[in-house]
């Protein structure tokens, strides 16, 4: 038996379990994450405030007639339109709907 030297065989398994070891360590250090940053959120023109309150009027407008038309139908009609349904509708909208409750 020899004293004081490792075997080609015993080198190579140090080697391949400092190897596979090696890699099972936890990283002492997390991964560093970027700081989020404030993003500020665009404003609305003056065109999309404009557009925006008009779609919004329009909408009033037409859920108010169309409450007003529903109404006179249930009541049996009538011989002309609404104070409501003339200040919501005009032209030939508010013609055919007066049509209608005739």
């Given amino acids: 038996m020899r004293t004081g030297t490792l075997g080609p ?3 190579a398994a140090a080697i391949l379990v400092a190897l596979l070891t090696g890699g099972c360590t936890p990283d002492p250090t997390p991964p560093v994450t970027p700081t989020p940053t ?3 959120t665009p404003t609305e023109t003056e065109q999309e405030r404009q557009q925006r309150e008009a779609y919004a009027a329009a909408e ?3 859920r ?3 409450a ?3 109404r006179v139908l249930r009541a049996g009609g009538a011989k002309e339109a ?3 349904m003339k200040q919501t ?3 030939p909208y ?3 709907f007066t049509e209608v409750i005739q």
């Fill in 38 to 40: 404030a993003t500020q």
């Fill in 9 to 11: 065989n015993m080198a």
């Fill in 60 to 62: 009033t407008a037409y």
């Fill in 94 to 96: 508010l013609k055919e």
């Fill in 89 to 91: 509708a005009g032209g």
């Fill in 82 to 84: 609404t104070a409501v």
């Fill in 68 to 70: 007003e038309y529903g």
């Fill in 64 to 66: 108010t007639f169309r």
